[in-house]
């Protein structure tokens, strides 16, 4: 059974630092490219970043270029989100999903940034 628990969100003042963790298991995960995808209150879901299955090779959204890192230790079936400079507007529940069609999802956490 494939699964993605992510932890690591929680409260942060504006321009202050998270970083998230998605441990995988369930599937051989140096297999597979993984994204983070977020959803703010209200919204849609937004794509925030990708990281290809052996890590060499990012993308992110222009709305977090240069402020967010992906990263992943397929030794520990781990995704990581480096989340610097956080903004009000990054506030949202962060998903990471393998980059398959369709899909896994995992239950997301929290990020708040509020002062």
């Known amino acids: 059974e494939v699964q993605l628990v992510e932890s690591g969100g929680g409260l942060v003042q504006p321009g202050g630092s998270l970083r998230l963790s998605c441990a995988a298991s369930?599937?051989?995960?140096?297999?597979?490219?993984m994204n983070w995808v977020r959803q703010a209150p209200g919204k849609g879901l937004e794509w925030v970043s990708r990281?290809?299955?052996?890590?060499?090779?990012?993308t992110y959204a222009e709305s977090v270029k240069g402020r967010f890192t992906i990263s992943r230790d397929n030794a520990k079936n781990s995704l990581y989100l480096q989340m610097n400079s956080l903004k009000p507007e990054d506030t949202a529940v962060y998903y990471c999903?393998?980059?398959?069609?369709?899909?896994?999802w995992g239950q997301g956490t929290q990020v708040t940034v509020a002062s």
């Open positions: 990281i290809s299955s052996e890590g060499g090779s990012t």
């Open positions: 369930g599937f051989t995960f140096s297999s597979y490219a």
């Open positions: 999903t393998t980059n398959t069609d369709p899909p896994f």
